[in-house]
């Protein structure tokens, strides 16, 4: 797993518990995945065909700085599949996993199309 981006828990981004909001967490992973999956497959055609199970392991206060990270699964003939870790920077805590997001590469008309892309083409290796 290799960790791509890290991000600062501001005020906006806290639930009532003045814990870090779920969704805004959700909506980091999604885009740090999107970009990921949109250079891997050189195209900006992605979207978002799937989320496994996501677990909550701890949680991150104000002032924590975070860091995404994504690791390799596989790879089909019009999708790129990663596994997701968030951790707290500073003390490793994993404060959320996923084993699986999906994602697709389409056509302008929005259903999926073959990236032409392979595991030996993509230089990556399997987690």
């Known amino acids: 797993m290799k960790f ?48 496994s199970e996501i677990d909550f392991v701890n949680s991150a206060k104000q ?12 790879i089909g003939k019009t999708s790129i ?12 805590d994993v404060i959320i996993a996923i084993d699986n997001i999906v994602f697709v590469n389409v056509d302008e008309a929005g259903n999926s199309k073959a990236h032409g892309k392979t595991l030996e083409n993509l230089n990556l290796v399997k987690k």
């Open 4 to 51: 791509y981006s890290r991000k600062l828990i501001k005020p906006g981004d806290l639930n009532a518990r003045n814990t870090l909001f779920g969704g805004a967490l959700l909506r980091w992973i999604d885009e740090e995945a999107g970009i990921y999956a949109m250079t891997k497959l050189n195209s900006k055609n992605v979207v978002t065909k799937y989320i």
């Open 63 to 74: 002032g924590d700085v975070i860091e995404i990270g994504l690791g390799f699964n596989k």
């Open 81 to 92: 599949s990663f596994s997701c870790e968030v951790r707290n920077l500073f003390t490793k």
